[in-house]
């Protein structure tokens, strides 16, 4: 299996080593391939997914979000499946105090800080379409119902006019 270094992983992800070191260390984001295992000289090897999670971690940080709560969405993240597909199948967005998860193929978001719970949703297209059916509904109606008000009053002066006559 190919790995990077921390160097090249610093490089590609634009992590400092301190950040590195001390994502290892309080097992944020660990190199999946080496380890240093707390033993000096030994390095540590980040595979491919490992970049991407350092880049995600990072991205979330620089936008303002505690390392406690990015800590939460990525614990959050690795218990709901298999990594890979998550992270290429996910979108992650923030408003700075939360970060909720959206399935490419899904219409659901959930709140990754509040252990996947669903966050409310609306998709303004839908209401709009919703709205637009309700009126042109309403109208059907209401024209039906002018229509037949007007055949009511026609047979009633038709009757008034047969009585009289």
Not at 58 to 76: E, F, H, M, T
Request: aromatic share 8%; with cysteine; charged share 30%.
């Amino acid at each position: 299996m190919e790995g990077f270094t921390a160097a090249q992983a610093c490089e590609l992800t634009g992590c400092t080593p301190h950040q590195l070191r001390y994502w290892d260390k309080v097992g944020l984001v660990e190199p999946s391939i080496q380890t240093t295992d707390g033993r000096p000289g030994r390095r540590r090897i980040y595979s491919f997914r490992d970049l991407v999670g350092l880049r995600v971690v990072k991205s979330l940080l620089d936008n303002g979000l505690s390392i406690q709560r990015v800590r939460r969405a990525w614990d959050y993240l690795r218990r709901t499946g298999d990594m890979d597909e998550q992270l290429s199948n996910v979108k992650l967005i923030t408003d700075g105090q939360s970060i909720f998860a959206i399935a490419h193929d899904d219409d659901e978001i959930l709140d990754a800080l509040r252990q996947g719970q669903l966050a409310f949703f609306v998709k303004i297209d839908e209401i709009a379409q919703d709205v637009e059916d309700d009126v042109t509904k309403f109208e059907l109606d209401r024209d039906s119902f002018r229509t037949m008000l007007a055949m009511v009053e026609d047979d009633v002066k038709s009757e008034a006019t047969e009585a009289s006559g």
